[in-house]
Structure formats: C-alpha cells, structure tokens
C-alpha cells in the first residue's frame, strides 16, 4: 500500500456515532481537517472561507495552488454566501438534481479565498446529498471546500481506510461512513460561460442533465485536452501500467511470464486462468455497480506489484461515460 507516505497513523472514527460528527466540525470550524464520505467518493474537507485551512489542504494532498476546490453546501443559505448570482438554469438545475452528485461553477462572492477557486472569478459548489457530508456542514455551520481525500493525480477513495493509505495522519480525523454509495466522482456544469458547458462527466449523467439543459456544450477537456491544469489525462492513475482493450471480451496478447490482471464487467471472464488476478466490476454489467467498485478495485489490483492491468471498456452511455474518462484518464501515459 502507500505506507512510505505515512508520517503519522491516521485517527478513524466511526460517524454513526453523534460525538465524531461533533468533534469533526469542531475541528472544521477551528481550521482544522476533516476526511468525510459524500454519494460519490471520500473528501478531504476545510472551512471554504479560511485561506489557512485551504491551503493546508493543498499541503497534503500535494495539490498545485492552480486547481481549485469544490465548495459543499448543506442548505440555500451557505449557497448565498458564497455564490455572488444564480442564472435560472442554475435554479433549474437545482431543484431537479440537489442535493446530488452535480457540481455548479458560477460567478463567486468575494468571502470566498482566492486559494480555493484558484485564483478565478467563479467558484464550484455543490450540495452533497450523503447524510454524514450535510451533517458535518451543518455541525461546521460554514461550507466545506473539499477535493477527493487521496495525493494528487492518484485514484480517489472510496472508504475511510483508502483515505488512510493515502494520507495517513496528515488528517485530523477521518470519519467512517462505509464504502461510498456511488463511487465516481459529481458531474461539472459550468454555468459561467454563454452557455452551460460539461467540464467533467461524472455521476450525474447526460441524459439526466439533458432532461433540463437540453443539449449540452463538452468542453476540450471532456475529450482530453486539458484547458485547465486540474483536468490534466494522466490523472485517478495507478502505479501500475493500465491498458483498455479494444473490446469487452477481447484477449490481449500476454509476454511471456506477465503477472497481468483483469477488470471485466462479465461473470464469464472469471475463469481466464492467465490472469493473475481478475477482478469482476459488475457480474451483470450494471454500470452503477461498475461505477461503485472500480476505484477499490483499481486500488486492490495496484497493491499486488502487477506488471499490467486490464481493463474492458464499456458502452459510453449513462455512468459508462464516467466510468471511460476514469480508465481513460488512469491509462493516460
Ligand atoms: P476534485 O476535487 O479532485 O474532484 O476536483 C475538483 C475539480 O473541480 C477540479 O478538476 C477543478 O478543476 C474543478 N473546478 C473547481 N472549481 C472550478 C472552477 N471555479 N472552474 C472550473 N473548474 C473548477
Ligand atoms: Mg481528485
């Protein structure tokens, strides 16, 4: 795992229980830092509105200071705080998907850090819709500016112990939710521009999106020329090398004494005994069950010292989407 990356054992604590959540947004409120499970993957969590806390986020997670932070919400009111207009669409976008995995980039109030958005004149929020996210907010009583809990570029976490072996004691506290519900992380609609473009696919998919924007604007970054340096390909990789196949169900060629794995969405391929290791995503193909267990399993899979990992792709509809700009992105050299 990631031990060399420890400097201290991380502190976990169960947040079914009342106490954590307290002492957590204590700890938010006193510019301290917080790992916490949302619906899509585990943040690593600030005040929004203290520059030193931001800035210790960026600290550990060895972030670049040009990547800005997504800001959480738990009510309209801490939305008002921080977001300096609200188009219609945006109000639209609203009541059909929050609380929900849909991230908003509109124009920002000026109480927010210039750390946290990077310098720009818009801010991304989003209103989480995971109990223990909007009970730590509302504990905090100030929005949270949280990135995924893992190093830069690595893959994002989804349990509490992922966010360990990545960041170890570097954390306050980790609150342990279970494993997160939707696994991939939110979709970004910026809302700054003309018209409203898709700057990241994510969990909330197209089709859902469409049923209020109509079509929608994918940005250069969507098909893998990074505008902005947070979007950059080689990103949520692996240690080990990754390899999409041309096909689900496609064989690859393997070297001679290849220590390979497998990520499939088929029960089928479980009985492929040249792999070392396969991983079987979803034994049906759901694609939300593909979307939930592919970052532990890319996590799993990189622990084992492989030579290779494959991977099938599949259809890019719905969460398919997400799920190709993930592998894409982690197979980027
Ligand atoms: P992460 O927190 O790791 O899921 O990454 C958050 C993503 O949101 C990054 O890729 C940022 O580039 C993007 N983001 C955050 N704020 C803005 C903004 N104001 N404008 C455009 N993109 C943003
Ligand atoms: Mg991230």
Not at 8 to 21: G, R
Not at 101 to 130: E, F, I, W, Y
């Amino acid at each position: 795992m990631d031990a060399e990356t420890h400097r201290s054992k991380a502190t976990i604590l169960s947040a079914s229980d009342a106490a954590s959540i307290r002492l957590a947004g204590r700890i938010i409120k006193t510019g301290g830092l917080v790992a916490f499970p949302t619906e899509t993957v585990y943040g690593l969590g600030c005040d929004a509105l203290n520059p030193e806390a931001a800035a210790k986020v960026f600290e550990v997670k060895q972030r670049p200071q040009f990547d800005p932070l997504i800001v959480h919400v738990a009510d309209l009111k801490q939305l008002e705080m921080v977001v300096g207009s609200l188009p219609p669409l945006g109000q639209q976008l609203m009541d059909a998907f929050w609380p929900g995995p849909l991230t908003l980039v509109l124009p920002k109030q000026s109480v927010v850090p210039d750390l946290v958005t990077a310098g720009l004149s818009t801010v991304a929020v989003r209103m989480p819709n995971h109990p223990i996210a909007q009970a730590l907010i509302r504990e905090a009583g100030t929005p949270i500016a949280a990135p995924s809990a893992n190093p830069f570029g690595y893959v994002s976490p989804t349990t509490a112990q992922h966010v360990a072996d990545g960041l170890g004691g570097n954390v306050d506290l980790i609150l342990d939710g279970g494993p997160c519900p939707v696994g991939v992380e939110s979709t970004i609609v910026s809302l700054a521009g003309p018209q409203p473009e898709l700057l990241r696919p994510g969990s909330m998919t197209i089709e859902q999106l469409s049923t209020v924007i109509g079509s929608i604007h994918q940005t250069a970054t969507v098909n893998h020329k990074p505008i902005a340096p947070g979007q950059s390909s080689r990103h949520y990789a692996t240690r080990t090398q990754l390899i999409i196949l041309a096909s689900a169900g496609a064989r690859p060629i393997l070297k001679d004494n290849e220590r390979a794995g497998l990520l499939t969405h088929s029960a089928a391929r479980d009985t492929d005994d040249r792999f070392a290791v396969v991983e079987v995503l979803s034994a049906t193909g759901d694609l939300r069950e593909v979307a939930r267990h592919l970052f532990a399993a890319l996590r799993r899979m990189d622990s084992l010292g492989l030579d290779r990992i494959y991977a099938e792709p599949c259809t890019e509809e719905g969460l398919g989407v997400a799920i190709m700009d993930r592998l894409r992105r982690c197979a980027a050299a």
